[in-house]
């Protein structure tokens, strides 16, 4: 069901995007028309000052004009909703899952699986950062895709100019440039990601690690064959939700982005339909 609902999803937003496209108003995708009302806008408000929020919301809002930036919606931005669906279920039955295995565990050793939760109370900061910085990361990234999409799309939708000019070296270059900034961009993306992900996979060594140690160390019973197999068994069944749960966090942070653009986009002026003839 969540992967029907997430293919839905993704051909519903790729419909609307392009339901959009087809009667959006030609002065929103012309940058010169746009500075002109923003001219006429600070006009009328000389006395009040726009806040930095407003002024970003403004450049996102004139980047998402270009047709890159729409194919872009259509593609990435829509898969990464597809994305998001399968796995949304673990943001309520990871922590309970989570929750269950340590009580079976405490029920082995006792108070010394406290150790084995302050380890996973350590990593939520870590976890915490890392998808504070992919979310800004992929902010990043998708500017740069929407830039790099439409001096594409210029330089092929004119290839006729360009090949008489003999624009087609500069043209070249300006979109290396672009791209070279799009990898470093993705590289940065990516690392991060990945040290995500091996910050909670590292996380059922540790706890299992830790606990095994203090349980031997200071315990008053003894480390049995049964009691740390029963003991394993129940960490393997945690390494699963604690995969799964900062990656479903890091997609409802990719979501939250991509719903964001989409908003931009959706709420750009329309043209209004014409009246029919008699």
């Not at 996102?60 to 949304?88: E, F, W």
């Not at 990234?141 to 087609?168: P, Y």
């Not at 049995?224 to 390494?239: D, E, G, P, V």
């Amino acid at each position: 069901i969540c992967f029907r609902t997430g293919m839905h999803i993704k051909a519903a937003t790729a419909a609307i995007v392009f339901r959009k496209a087809l009667v959006l108003d030609p002065a929103a995708m012309s940058e010169n028309v746009v500075e002109e009302k923003k001219k006429k806008k600070r006009i009328e408000k000389e006395e009040s000052k726009e806040s930095d929020e407003e002024k970003k919301q403004e450049k996102n809002k004139k980047k998402l004009n270009s047709r890159g930036a729409i194919v872009n919606l259509m593609s990435v931005d829509a898969q990464r909703l597809q994305d998001l669906c399968p796995y949304l279920h673990m943001l309520w039955s990871g922590p309970y899952q989570i929750c269950l295995a340590l009580y079976f565990l405490s029920r082995e050793l006792g108070a010394y699986t406290a150790v084995g939760v302050t380890i996973m109370i350590l990593m939520i900061p870590i976890s915490g950062y890392i998808m504070t910085r992919v979310r800004a990361l992929q902010k990043l990234l998708m500017k740069q895709k929407d830039e790099r999409m439409k001096v594409t799309n210029e330089a092929l939708s004119g290839m006729r100019i360009l090949k008489l000019n003999a624009w087609g070296q500069a043209f070249s270059e300006r979109i290396k440039s672009i791209r070279d900034t799009e990898m470093g961009h993705l590289w940065n993306y990516t690392f991060m990601t990945l040290l995500g992900a091996l910050s909670w996979s590292s996380a059922p060594v540790l706890v299992s690690s830790f606990t095994f140690a203090a349980f031997a160390l200071f315990g008053d019973e003894d480390l049995t064959a049964t009691r740390a197999f029963t003991a394993l068994s129940l960490i393997n069944l945690l390494q699963f939700p604690l995969f799964m749960l900062p990656r479903t966090i890091s997609n409802v942070m990719e979501a939250t982005v991509t719903i964001d653009r989409l908003k931009t986009f959706l709420t750009k002026p329309s043209l209004e339909p014409r009246p029919n003839l008699p």
